[in-house]
């Protein structure tokens, strides 16, 4: 394709399939190493947003179909596609920060490190995801369970305003009062949303000033009790206690004692975001002295903690360069029969570096908080699954079966999906399931409203099924 007109109006960089280093560029789109073999037609590296705008003509007026390129964290590797155009946005990097009106603004490759890093000099926060590499651009469009969400909600919530190039290759900005439908799309949409986000707004909140966490590791002989203690008392907790049930490779400390279970542990993690220090001791102490507690195998119990703590550690436990398969769900049956349910089957699991985990939001059991302002309207009171990691390719078709049977096993304890990460290239029906019925037939609509002629990929184009296989 002669792209050599769009190469003349914008300032960033437009690669053929052709070019020499195409290949090199498109192989590291993607944070998983399970590579999709698909391949855009032209990619464009986009140097600011008017880039965008031309792109969008450029792709309209040539029958291209388009899809944005975030950070490229979705597990599935959404951000690319089989032909059309893909537009790289990594090159969008700004944050402004107006602390007396406690907002920001960012552009799409921020990562959550980054933002919290901008924040905390001001004592402002945000609920990021809870790795530190991962980008804002698609974790806010689809929902965004990040830290603290009990308490400051989904991300998308916190979203207050964004700047758009819209299909028709405009630059708008939709929030509650203009370009509202847009807005509520953005809002949960994902990789459905009608339109690319160059800029977020985003309401902050004040800095907790008294983060403090606990962990308790226990065998998973006893998942079945220390799961369903999770379960009840995760009501009693504070909202601003983050609260999960993990089940893992053990500690090297503690390898022995797990033994007997394949070397694997659970692990419960609880974090406070209070302002108080009091505060967070009186909440964690709510876990202290449990029907299970005299099981526990280790406790460490309300130690300070920072962001930069937490990110480590969920650094640690999600690091890059692993080939992943990704399986998330909302569910409202108690962690204890979930988690007795694929324990077996997780002590057989092949690799080390896989996790399973459930985080436990009793605030959202009655359903979203603000659905109806917003696409993204899924939610339980437990969300979590399998996060399937391994390093080397040889080893792709154990992993893959190992994950697909974990699937068929946490079948009937889901209720619905969360699409930011939800394999919807595996099964699409599972985007779906990230909605409620009314907000999954607005959203069509609307995408169809915005976007007659289908410019953007959305939920399936240029998907096919096989996502499992190595980079060519
Ligand atoms: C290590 C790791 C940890 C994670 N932790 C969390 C977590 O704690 N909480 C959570 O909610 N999620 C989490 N996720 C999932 C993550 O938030 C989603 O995968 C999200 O889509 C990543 O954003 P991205 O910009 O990298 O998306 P990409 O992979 O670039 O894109 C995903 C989809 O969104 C679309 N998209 C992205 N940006 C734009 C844009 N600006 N305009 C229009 N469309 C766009 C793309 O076209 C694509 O269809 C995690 C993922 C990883 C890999």
Redesign the pocket.
Known sequence: MDTSTLQRNIRGRVLNRSDADFQLIQSG????QLQPRRYPEVIVQVDHEQDVVQAVKFAAANGLRV?????????C???V?QGGMLID?QR?NGVTIDPSARRATIQ??IS?REIIANLEPHGLAFP????P???????????????NAGAWG??CHNVEAID?VTAQGELVRADASSNAELFWTARGG????P????RYHLALHPMPKAMYASTYYFSLEHIKEVGDWVFEVADQLPKWIEFTIFMLTAPPALASRCAAMSGKVCMITATAFADDAEDAREGLALLENGPVSDQCLTRSSNQPTNFTEQFNL??NM?P?NLR?R?ETLWSSSSTGDILLATRDHFLKSPSPATVMLFALYPGWASGVPGKLQSAFSMCAKVYGGPWTMWRRENDDEINNQWHAHNISILRPFTVGH????TDIVEEPIRARGAYSRANWERLQELRHKLDPHGL????DGGLGTDNQTVKE
């Open positions: 789109l993607l944070w998983n899809v944005a390129r975030g950070g490229g964290h979705s597990w590797g959404l951000a596609r946005l969008l799409p490759f959550n990021t995801g809870h790795c590499e991962v980008k804002a651009s698609g974790y806010l469009l689809s929902g965004g369970i990040g830290w989904a991300a758009v994902g990789a459905g949303f339109g690319i986000a160059v969920s650094g999600w890059p992943a990704v969360y699409l930011g990460e953007f990929q959305g939920f």
